[in-house]
């Protein structure tokens, strides 16, 4: 979807959030897209992302109202970005970075730095899969996807640019860590938890990825929580005092739309 449409549903669900205040709300995860051509407002630093015409842009710089520009362009960051998370998964750039889909194989690295080569930024778009974690009507936390599972199949219009920080953040009084999906099988989340240390709670959203031990960051007497389209893959895992874990039985099971809904009591110290 556009990033006007992503902000739309993003203001739901804050408004969501703000009246259900007890209620941590993490609703799986968006893909969306943006120019890279920065348009408007958010050419300035601040984000004046109200301010959408050139000729009141240009009203406001004379005045000095709209403050400095953005001194680094998205392409350049992207670049940054692209490079950065091929280094920190230990991928080299000419290497896919997944497997194949039938007969289509997955981008590498220097595909998408080749095809900002010489691009018109005004008709090429950057794409993020992102996750956000709502707690009390604030977004608490808001991850983008590092990994690239075939994220774009519209071709070089559309470039997904991955994150390239762990997803991990402190919601009340609990730390939470988050990755999407292939995130977790290359082991993003940091083993030591990272500035908040390990989380409380280690989310993965995925449509089909299976739990990798040493990829499960929780401190002891945490919970592994994975929401999967494989069911056999999908569950809740408490990190036990000697470092194993176990899996959870839900204790009450609705159908939903011919796919079960599982609700599961978990409780924390």
Known sequence: MSEEEKDLALQHLIGLSARNPDLVIIPGTVAWKKPFARLGGKRYQ?????IGIDAVDRVLARFDLC????????AAEAQQSIQTAANRQGV???DPLSGPIGATNAPASQDKLNAMVGMNEDQTYMARNTAYV???????????KNGDFHEVLDGAQTIHIPGT???AAPVGNLVFGLEICLDHAIGIL??????FG?????VISSAAVQRISQHTVTRPGGYLLSPCC???????WRHRPDGSFTRLASFRTVPIGGDPLRFYQIYLN
């Open 134 to 144: 709502l707690y009390a009507g604030g977004l608490r936390l808001k991850y983008h």
């Open 190 to 195: 940091q083993p030591d938890g990272g500035p």
């Open 230 to 236: 494989n069911d056999a893959w999908s569950g809740v």
């Open 198 to 202: 390990r989380p409380h709670l280690h």
């Open 92 to 94: 080299a750039l000419a």
């Open 165 to 167: 920080y762990s997803g």
């Open 46 to 50: 601040g984000g004046r992302a109200g």
């Open 67 to 74: 403050g400095a520009l953005k001194p680094v362009s998205r």
